[in-house]
């Protein structure tokens, strides 16, 4: 039945407003490609493979590339081993990489943490992947000692690992040092380790401190992160990598590519969008990485000062809380699990709207000029 009070103008209008107070998903809402309208005028699609263009040439092939490039620079992926492309988002990623594993090693076992994001489990079910759930440690991050055990148990069949950087609810690490060094410690040789780095992929490069996420110097057989965090964009998408040598592909008279993605008909403005967020950004993405943390410092200050319970880890702009009323969690759009909710500082949390939520919550007490 048709619903005649829907109208353009009221979902821009609601759009508008729910942006001002939205604070619960990691997503950075504070972009602009006004001057990338125009290509809403053309069906922009990549058919296929990014590394072949193909029959269909109203594309960006070339920057999809581009953007591949930058990501594997930026994880020490070597040149002429690198293969990947701009996918829907980080759920896409994930099930590319975790279905690249289960080609390779067809009789292989899944194993993540209990905090890994539900698509790891959607990919088991779609895969025919055995998955093996490890305990977590509290702070969200895999319990190390719990692998090792499971896996001592396990030493024939291939491993395949899902390794999270930034977990969806506390924001939590896994260290892969830990993981290879567990591997080694077992002699486990056939192995695929895929890092879903959905949400703190783009974290990771630019803080001191951190693992590196380097396939160079690691085992990392894939990588995904989403686009639409961190570097935010207003269609969702994302970047899976792999090692151009294990990548499966076949030809496809019909398009003139190979079929080498999860999907057929892939968007073909996402590619832009990140290509031109990295041409105008990429110089100051530490910056906007230091001051997403420095504000995540900043809330979970304000709440523990209050005496009340705060979690931010190492790494991450994820500030997990004690759930609050319904009203603050339906206003802010709250992403509650169980007891706990969340907010993922993104470069729109100013420390003006933070003290807003604050004060809105009270969570806290803070002195706030922004909020009468
Ligand atoms: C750790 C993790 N992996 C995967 C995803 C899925 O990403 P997307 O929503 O881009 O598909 C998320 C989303 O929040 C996430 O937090």
Redesign the pocket.
Same mark, same amino acid.
């Given at each position: 039945m048709k619903d005649s009070s829907l109208s353009i103008e009221l979902l821009l209008k609601r759009l508008k407003n729910n942006t001002e107070v939205h604070a619960g998903?990691?997503f950075n809402l504070k972009f602009d490609y006004q001057h990338l309208l125009p290509l809403l005028e053309y069906a922009v699609i990549n058919l296929g493979d990014p590394f072949i263009d193909g029959n269909y040439r109203i594309s960006s092939k070339d920057f999809e590339r581009e953007v591949i490039d930058f990501f594997a620079k930026l994880y020490d992926l070597p040149g002429d081993d690198t293969w990947g492309y701009v996918t =829907? &988002?980080?759920?896409? &990623?994930?099930l590319y990489g975790l279905l690249l594993a289960r080609e390779l090693y067809p009789n292989g076992i899944l194993y993540g943490s209990e905090d890994?994001?539900y !698509?790891?489990g959607k990919a088991a079910r779609m895969f025919r992947l055995p998955f093996v759930q490890v305990k977590s440690q509290s702070n969200g991050e895999i319990d190390y000692s719990a692998l090792h055990q499971v896996l001592s148990t396990n030493k024939n069949p291939p491993a395949i690992i899902n390794l999270?950087? &930034?977990?969806?609810i506390k924001g939590a690490v896994d260290n892969i040092e830990k993981v290879v060094d567990i591997l080694e410690d077992l002699k486990i040789k056939r192995f695929h380790i895929h890092v879903? &780095? =959905?949400? =703190?992929g783009m974290f990771v490069p630019y803080m001191s401190g951190a693992t590196p996420i380097d396939f160079t110097r690691y085992p990392i057989g894939s990588l =995904?992160i !989403?686009?639409?965090?961190f570097i935010g964009t207003p269609i969702?998408?994302?970047v899976v990598l792999a090692r151009k040598h294990q990548v499966q592909s076949f030809d496809v008279e019909y398009i003139g590519s190979t079929d080498t993605t999860i999907m057929g008909s892939r968007n073909g403005i996402t590619p832009v969008l990140l290509w031109d967020a990295i041409q105008r950004r990429q110089h100051q993405f530490a910056d906007e990485v230091q001051q997403c943390r420095q504000n995540a410092e900043y809330l979970w200050s304000q709440i523990t000062a209050a005496g009340k319970f705060a979690l931010l880890n190492p790494c991450s702009t994820t500030v997990v809380f004690d759930r609050p009323s319904k009203a603050i969690e339906h206003r802010w759009q709250l992403a509650c699990y169980n007891k706990i909710a969340h907010i993922i500082v993104m470069q729109n949390h100013t420390r003006a709207l933070l003290d807003r939520f604050i004060q809105e919550s009270e969570i806290a007490a803070v002195n706030c000029g922004a909020c009468n």
């Open positions: 998903y990691p =829907a &988002g980080g759920t896409e &990623g994930n890994c994001h !698509s790891i999270n950087v &930034g977990t969806t879903d &780095g =959905a949400l =703190a =995904a !989403s686009g639409h965090k969702p998408c994302g």
